[in-house]
């Protein structure tokens, strides 16, 4: 039997590009895109200390709308935008 190698978190899809990473499903009408604004070093790894964290509407976005925004906010940890993001999925479900 074959593995899924997709990323997950709580059951839902996650895809990086670049500093960006996409929760969701992009087949829906919304996914949570996640932006890197700065990050910062602990011994010798960076990590994110600020992000942002964005529902988006594909539809709205495949068509190049510069406001395919619909909600979002700013955390200081990966954990809390993934949490966020779920919430935002779930209550769209």
Known sequence: MKK???FTYKGIPL??????IFYGDSSKDRVVRID????????????PD????????TVLASKGNVKSSVKSSEKNSLYSCLDLAFAWLERLA
């Open 4 to 6: 899924d190698s997709q």
């Open 15 to 20: 895809a990086r590009c670049g500093n960006s």
């Open 36 to 47: 890197v604004i700065s990050r910062k070093k602990v011994k010798d790894i960076e990590i």
């Open 50 to 57: 600020k992000l942002e964290v964005k529902l988006v509407n």
